[in-house]
Every structure is written in C-alpha cells, then in structure tokens.
C-alpha cells in the first residue's frame, strides 16, 4: 500500500479531507491527512521541519511516500517535496496557490493569507525555488485546477511549467477540491502510482 499524505488549506479540514478520500484504498493508497495548524503564529520554516520529520518517521515500505495538498497545503506539498527528494516520489497540487501574483484586493495573496502569515511564506518559499526546478522533478508534479472558475486562487497561479497540469469540469474552490479528491480522484491516484490516466491525452497540459 503506497504511503500519500494528505494537507488539508486553512481550514485544516481533517474530517472534509477524510471522507473525499476514503475510498483511495481500493486503488493500493493509504491517505494520511496531516493538518499544518495553519492559523496558529507559528512560521512556515518550523512547520516545514516538523512536516519533514513526521514523514520521515513513517513506517517504510517499497515505495517512495508522495505528498497532496490542497488550496494553501499545495505550497507546503510542493515544498517538502523539494526538501526530501531521497523520501518523496511526487507532489500534487490541489487547487492551491503557488506564486504570489500580481493580484489585488480580494484575490491577492496578501488577503488570502491574512489569518496565516505561514501561508504566505509558505508561497513565497516555493516561488523562489520554481525556477530552479530540474526537467525530472517537473515531471514528478501534478497540478488540478478548476476549469470554471476559483474564486480563491487565481489560475495563473496555480500551473507549473513542465508539470502534468490537469484542470476539471467544476466551479468553486471548495466544491472543486471535494470532486478532486472524490469524483475525479484517479486523476491524482493513476499519476501517484505511475499509471496512465485512459481519459488523457499525450499532452503535458490537459483539460477532463
């Protein structure tokens, strides 16, 4: 059974994450939800560090751990992927926001991040070490986006170049992280477990 964890955004919606994923199992995945205490005053570097060790005291088995994060766990994914690549396989990102943007007022990173400083650090971090992603560690990212419209995360954010960048038939961010995990969950689970997705194209970028 392949290790996935699982990072819930600022709600820390732990029980939200568990039901939209209960039926990962059927597909050899055990989903283990960590909750980042996202409004607490604690900075994201310290978060980072504790991530990092509960992962990598996890029991070991055959293959790698992954990592999923959705809406401001996306970041924190992407993060402590690039931190333990000898211990992680691959990053997910869930509709979340990886790059501040040039947005302002309500979609800007500034009021979306207004109840987590660590959040904002959070994307700051990955921002930065964006550009210096390597051709195979691309590869080993997937990002999922609503198709409709987010009105939390801005599209443009939310897409790495070079990574497998899925959107879905959905509107709304919440509702379109539940589907992402529930109704379109083999988009995230074929990716984990190198399988390929029959509904796919040959693209780097495809849309359900």
């Not at 568990?18 to 604690?42: C, F, H, L, R």
């Not at 509709?95 to 947005?103: E, H, I, S």
């Not at 609503?146 to 497998?164: H, M, Q, R, Y």
């Not at 879905?168 to 379109?184: C, G, N, Q, R, V």
């Amino acid at each position: 059974m392949k290790k996935v964890i699982i990072i819930p955004g600022l709600g820390d919606h732990m029980k939200l994450t568990k039901i939209a994923t209960k039926n990962w199992q059927k597909y050899g995945i055990e989903p283990i939800v960590y909750i980042m205490n996202w409004s607490d005053k604690e900075n994201f570097e310290s978060k980072l560090n504790k991530l990092s060790e509960f992962i990598k005291d996890l029991p070991k088995n055959d293959s790698k751990i992954s990592v999923v994060g959705c809406s401001a766990g996306a970041s924190a994914a992407l993060n402590v992927f690039l931190k333990n690549q000898d211990t992680i396989d691959k990053a997910v990102s869930v509709c979340g926001r990886l790059r501040v943007g040039n947005q302002t007022g309500f979609m800007s990173l500034k009021t979306r991040a207004k109840t987590s400083s660590s959040f904002a650090e959070s994307v700051k971090l990955f921002e930065n070490q964006e550009k210096s992603l390597t051709d195979d560690q691309r590869n080993k990212i997937l990002t999922i986006r609503s198709l409709f419209g987010d009105e939390l995360v801005p599209a443009p954010t939310s897409t790495i170049n070079g990574a497998k960048n899925v959107t879905i038939p959905t509107i709304e961010h919440t509702l379109s992280i539940y589907l992402a995990l529930s109704f379109f969950s083999e988009k995230i689970t074929n990716f984990l477990k190198n399988q390929a997705d029959p509904k796919a194209s040959a693209e780097s970028s495809e849309t359900c």
